[in-house]
């Protein structure tokens, strides 16, 4: 059984396939939790680590399972009172911005039913992709979501997502029907979640959420002044996403 707590101090790394020069690569971590068991540190690291059902589709003060077993339900997926595994950033001091949140769902059986993706933009919006992975590890779904003004409104995903060990390793690709037009990694190494650890880890990568909503927003700048193509973000595409 893969333990949890646990946390992957890992470098996340973007590739356009559409023009040249538009990529990047940040150094970060994340933390791996059992949502049913979230970690109970240290009032003085509280406010450095905190899981909050809000930040994934669910209601402030609620468990994070009640909302997603809710969604799987509705989407024909029962697992039970088995294991969720989720893959994200944990909220510093009151600030948290997930582009991907990653949940491994198991069964009472110990069998992984599913991967839930959950994508979140800059716009305060969020979506769920429900994937099966196949036998070479990968599952596609349709692109259904505004993610960035520098890419289309529509594509296909495809994704690999093993759920993490000692080494992270995520690929998540968008294709278009002319071809690739990004490919997104996530490479990190697993590091027990001791108060040690995270005292280090905090230390090393401060601020971490607050960051990556700078990089992006300082990405997208760089992008619009190198004249990159851009596709609005109108009121009508967010209510077709939700």
């Known amino acids: 059984m893969i333990a949890a707590p646990a946390l992957y101090e890992a470098t996340v790394g973007h590739t356009r396939h559409i023009d ?5 690569r940040h150094r970060l971590y994340l933390w791996l939790v059992d949502i049913d068991e979230l970690p109970r540190l240290p009032w003085w690291l509280r ?14 003060g609620a468990p994070i399972r009640r909302g997603l077993s809710a969604w799987l339900y509705e989407h024909g997926v029962r697992i039970g009172e088995g294991r969720v595994l989720m893959l994200a950033h944990a909220r510093v001091l009151g600030h948290v911005f997930n582009p991907l949140t990653v949940y491994w769902c198991f069964g009472e059986d110990g069998r992984q039913r599913c991967v839930v993706a959950e994508v979140h933009n800059t716009y ?5 992709y429900l994937l099966f992975p196949g036998e070479d590890g990968f599952a596609e779904a349709s ?3 505004y993610v960035s003004p520098f890419l289309p409104s529509r594509g296909t995903y495809r ?26 990694t996530l490479e990190g190494t697993r590091r027990r979640a001791s108060i040690r650890n995270i005292g280090t880890t905090l230390l090393r990568h401060p601020l971490v959420p607050q960051r990556v909503s700078a990089l992006i927003r300082a ?3 760089a992008l619009w002044a190198r004249g990159a193509p851009s596709v ?9 996403n939700r």
């Open 20 to 24: 040249v020069g538009g990529g990047f």
């Open 47 to 60: 406010p450095f680590t905190r899981f909050d059902a809000r930040d994934h589709l669910g209601r402030r």
């Open 124 to 128: 305060g919006e969020a979506q769920r």
């Open 143 to 145: 692109k259904r979501f």
């Open 159 to 184: 994704m690999w997502l093993p759920c993490p060990g000692e080494r992270l390793d995520l690929r998540v690709e968008l294709h278009s029907e002319e071809g690739p037009l990004l490919t997104a």
């Open 219 to 221: 990405h997208g700048v």
């Open 232 to 240: 609005a973000h109108t009121k009508n595409a967010a209510e077709e």
